[in-house]
Nanobody, 118 residues
Framework: QVQLVESGGGLVQAGGSLRLSCAAS????????MRWYRQAPGKQREFTAA???????NYADSVKGRFTISRDNAKNTVYLQMASLKPEDTAVYYC????????????WGQGTQVTVSS
C-alpha cells in the first residue's frame, strides 16, 4: 500500500516563503514524475509544478520565478519551495506521483492548506 504524506503548509504574510514536502512510503519500485497541484476555494484543481525522474522541471506561468520544485529520490520525497507568496497563492496544495508499485499508477496526497494574508 502506497501512501503520500504532505507537510509544511500554514499561514504566511504576503511576500513570505513556505516549503512544502510530500513523502511517499510503501512497496515502491520507482517513481517517475512528481507533481504539485493546487485548488483555491471555488476553483478547479490546477497544475503548479512538475519534476521528472531525470530532474527536468516544468511550472505554471503563475508561479514561474517564485516557486521551485525539487526531489530527493533516496527519500521518495518531493519539495515545493515557495517564495514571494501572494494572496492568490492561497489554496490547498496536493502532491501527485506516478509510482511503480508494482504497477504504474498515479497517487495523491491528502492536501495541505497554504494561506497567504495581505
Amino acid at each position: 500500500q502506497v501512501q503520500l504524506v504532505e507537510s509544511g503548509g500554514g499561514l504566511v504574510q504576503a511576500g513570505g516563503s513556505l516549503r512544502l514536502s510530500c513523502a511517499a512510503s510503501g512497496s515502491i519500485k520507482s517513481i517517475n514524475v512528481m507533481r504539485w497541484y493546487r485548488q483555491a476555494p471555488g476553483k478547479q484543481r490546477e497544475f503548479t509544478a512538475a519534476i521528472t525522474s531525470g530532474g527536468s522541471t516544468n511550472y505554471a506561468d503563475s508561479v514561474k520565478g517564485r516557486f521551485t520544485i525539487s526531489r530527493d529520490n533516496a527519500k521518495n520525497t518531493v519539495y515545493l519551495q515557495m517564495a514571494s507568496l501572494k494572496p492568490e497563492d492561497t489554496a490547498v496544495y496536493y502532491c501527485n506521483m506516478e509510482i511503480l508499485a508494482p504497477w504504474l499508477r498515479s497517487y495523491w496526497g491528502q492536501g495541505t492548506q497554504v494561506t497567504v494574508s495581505s
